[in-house]
C-alpha cells in the first residue's frame, strides 16, 4: 500500500482552486478554475494508474467538504465514484459528521493514523487537494508517490502545493509525459 498525492500545480508551485473559480478563494485568491480547460484524456488514465484498481480516497476535512460537496449537488461522472470510495476525512475535531457514505473521521495524530491506514487499507491511499495535509505528512515520509500534473502556467499567489520550509526532500522520477496542451504529468516517488 501506498500514499499517493494526485495535484494540478502551476509552474510556480500553487496548488489552489484548480477547479473552479468559486473552489477557493481564501486569502483573496481570484485566479479560481486556471486548471479546468485542461481536458487531456492523458490527465484521467495517468490519475488511474496513479491510483490502482482498488483504493482509498485521504482528504483534509475543507476538501472533503467541497468536492463530495460540488460532485454531489452537480452529478456527473465523479459523483458515484467519489461516494462509492472509502473515504478518510483529516479534521482536528473527532466529533464532526461526514454527511456523504463511506467516510471516516481521522483526528488526533493524523501522521499516526495515517501510518495505520497504510497497514489497514486495501489498496493504496489517494490524496487529492488537501495541501495542509500533505504538507502535515511530508516531513514524516508519508507520501509514498507524488503524481503532478503540472500545468504551463504562473499564478504569482495562491497555496503551495510544498511548505515553505527549510527541510530538505528528494524524490525520484518515475515518469514523465506531455499532454498536447503542455502540460507536464510527473509521478515522482519519495525516497
Known amino acids: 500500500m501506498a500514499v499517493i498525492v494526485v495535484n494540478h500545480v502551476s509552474l510556480d508551485g500553487v496548488m489552489q482552486a484548480p477547479g473552479r473559480a468559486d473552489e477557493d478563494t481564501r486569502?483573496?485568491?481570484?485566479?479560481?478554475g486556471w486548471a479546468a480547460s485542461a481536458d487531456d484524456?492523458?490527465?484521467g488514465e495517468a490519475m488511474g494508474v496513479a491510483m490502482g484498481g482498488q483504493f482509498?480516497?485521504?482528504?483534509?476535512?475543507?476538501?472533503y467538504n467541497d468536492l463530495l460537496g460540488h460532485w454531489n449537488e452537480v452529478g456527473g461522472p465523479f459523483k458515484?465514484?467519489?461516494?462509492?470510495v472509502p473515504k478518510y476525512v483529516a479534521t482536528s475535531d473527532p466529533t464532526t459528521e461526514l454527511p456523504w457514505?463511506?467516510?471516516?473521521?481521522?483526528s488526533g495524530d493524523v501522521p499516526a493514523a495515517v501510518t495505520a491506514l497504510r497497514a489497514e487499507v486495501d489498496g493504496n491511499v489517494v490524496i487529492m487537494g488537501s495541501g495542509e495535509l500533505v504538507q502535515s505528512l511530508l516531513p514524516h515520509g508519508l507520501v509514498d508517490e507524488m503524481l503532478l500534473m503540472i500545468h504551463p502556467v504562473t499564478l504569482g499567489r495562491g497555496r503551495k502545493l510544498?511548505?515553505?520550509?527549510?527541510?530538505?526532500?528528494?524524490?525520484?522520477?518515475?515518469?514523465?509525459?506531455t499532454t498536447d496542451d503542455g502540460i507536464l504529468l510527473v509521478k515522482y516517488r519519495g525516497k
Open 27 to 32: 486569502g483573496g485568491f481570484t485566479h479560481g
Open 41 to 43: 484524456p492523458k490527465m
Open 56 to 63: 482509498a480516497w485521504l482528504f483534509g476535512h475543507r476538501t
Open 80 to 84: 458515484d465514484g467519489l461516494n462509492n
Open 101 to 106: 457514505p463511506n467516510s471516516s473521521v481521522v
Open 162 to 177: 510544498f511548505p515553505l520550509d527549510d527541510a530538505l526532500r528528494h524524490f525520484a522520477l518515475e515518469s514523465a509525459e
